[in-house]
Every structure is written in C-alpha cells, then in structure tokens.
C-alpha cells in the first residue's frame, strides 16, 4: 500500500514557477514508477497525463504541452516526487494528482492513466494571465 500527499499548489501569474511535491508513505517506494496527472476545469472525466519518471529515476517522460517547461524528479530515500514546473500558462490551470504504480505490474507505458494502482487528493495550481 502507498498514501500519496501531494503539496505546493497556489495561485500564480503566467510566468511564475511552482514546485509540487508528493510524499509517499510505505516501504516499498522504489518499488513504484511516479506520475503527475492533471484534471482541468469543466474536464472532470479528463485526467491528462503530465509527466512520469521510472524507479530509478533513470528515465523520464513528458507531455508534448509541458516540455522543456517542467521537470519531474525523485528521492527515493525521502520517498518524495517533485514536479518542477516554470514559465507556467493559464491552461496549465488544473488540479494536480500524484500517482504511484507498481512496477511489476503496470506495464511499460507510463503515460497510461490506468496503469497506476495509487492516487494523492490532488493539488490546485491556479495560473492568471
């Protein structure tokens, strides 16, 4: 079992940064391949992938929408995600979800929401224009 709490959302101006952060309690984090989902407003059946990192850390993926502007991280020995996201949009406005699979389960594509066995609460990240 993984508990997932996901901090670091707030409103910002475009152009500001955020980090998130998602702390995972359980033994077994490095066990879990980690991925950053987010729900916009008004798309509550639209969970969009955002970025996800194996591991290890070793790899990483990437929205097309977030590239080269965000950039996730792991500490396995603090059992913690991160979500470092910069240059930040108004359609980058979402509630941000923190979610753990097993790997020895979910299969090799990282970007699938439905591949992942747990979720945070979600985070509100709030972008103006």
């Known amino acids: 079992q993984v508990h997932l709490v996901e901090s670091g959302g707030g409103l910002v101006q475009a152009g500001a940064s955020l980090r998130l952060s998602c702390a995972a309690s359980g033994r077994t984090f490095s066990s879990y391949a980690m991925g950053w989902f987010r729900q916009a407003p008004g798309k509550e059946r639209e969970r969009e992938f955002v970025?996800?990192?194996?591991?290890?850390?070793?790899?990483?993926y990437y929205a097309d929408s977030v590239k080269g502007r965000f950039t996730i991280s792991r500490d396995n020995g603090k059992k913690t995600v991160y979500l470092e996201m910069n240059s930040l949009k108004p359609e980058d406005t979402a509630v941000y979800y923190c979610a753990a699979g097993d790997i020895a389960t979910m299969g090799l594509d990282l970007t699938i929401r439905y591949a992942y066995d747990y979720w945070g609460q979600g985070t509100q990240v709030t972008v103006s224009s």
């Open positions: 970025a996800a990192i194996s591991w290890s850390g070793g790899s990483t």
